[in-house]
């Protein structure tokens, strides 16, 4: 079915940047949509950017020319890389398999990123 | 963007019960809405997709119905595992949105 592993999170300052990556295995980053989707505990899910598998990105307006989203092939891991980081940044960032029609099939355990 | 409403925001129930919570988009989605699963330090795990269709290996207790803006989610006798929050999300267009969970507790 698949694994996804996250990875990258931490404690970061104000303005500052990250770069989380996801691991994936049992299927290939390639021919799939891939999703990244953030949730602040003890809230919701808020979807961030999907790229598709012609390698188009689509982003939410708050993370629009902040947040870029990008995959390599070869090494079959997807990739966000986040700049201008807030306070309000602060959640459990999850990447997913799917972003159609159809729902995100499997998903990472998250890595947690702190803003402070 | 489309807003996703759900309710209620969460419910008791004990095991056994039947259970149904409800998701409504602020315009029509046809049947693109999902359900979603989460459990603290779990990743999140789609039960439902399509509005109907069960993902694999979910358990036929749940159960999803609606099209349009009227959408539910049903859990038929209820299991110690099912305590968790449950969240719809819309697929009909970019951005993609969730609703706000609804979370089940235990009587």
């Known amino acids: 079915e698949g694994q996804l592993v996250e990875s990258g999170g931490g404690l970061i300052q104000p303005g500052g940047s990250l770069r989380l990556s996801c691991a994936v295995s049992?299927?290939?980053?390639?021919?799939?949509?891939m999703t990244w989707v953030r949730q602040v505990p003890g809230k919701g899910l808020e979807w961030i950017s999907v790229?598709?598998?012609?390698?188009?990105?689509y982003y939410a307006d708050s993370m629009k020319g902040r947040f870029t989203i990008s995959r390599d092939n070869s090494k079959n891991t997807l990739f966000l890389k986040m700049t201008s980081l807030r306070v309000d940044d602060t959640a459990v960032y999850h990447c997913?398999?799917?972003?159609?029609?159809?729902?995100?099939?499997?998903w990472g355990q998250g890595t947690t990123v702190t803003v402070s | 963007d489309i807003q996703m409403t759900q309710s209620p925001s969460s419910l008791s129930a004990a095991v056994g019960d039947r259970v149904t919570f409800t998701c409504r988009p602020s315009e029509t989605i046809s049947s693109y809405l999902n359900w979603y699963q989460v459990k603290p330090g779990t990743a999140p795990k789609l039960l439902i997709y399509v509005a109907t269709l069960l993902s694999n290996g979910v358990p036929e207790r749940f159960s999803g119905s609606g099209s349009g803006t009227d959408f539910n989610l049903t859990i038929t006798n209820l299991q110690p595992e099912d305590f968790a929050t449950y969240f719809c999300q819309q697929s009909y267009a970019l951005p993609l949105t969730f609703g706000g969970g609804t979370q089940v507790e235990m009587k």
């Open positions: 790229i598709h598998s012609d390698g188009t990105p």
């Open positions: 997913a398999r799917g972003g159609t029609y159809f729902g995100m099939d499997v």
């Open positions: 049992g299927f290939s980053v390639n021919i799939s949509y």
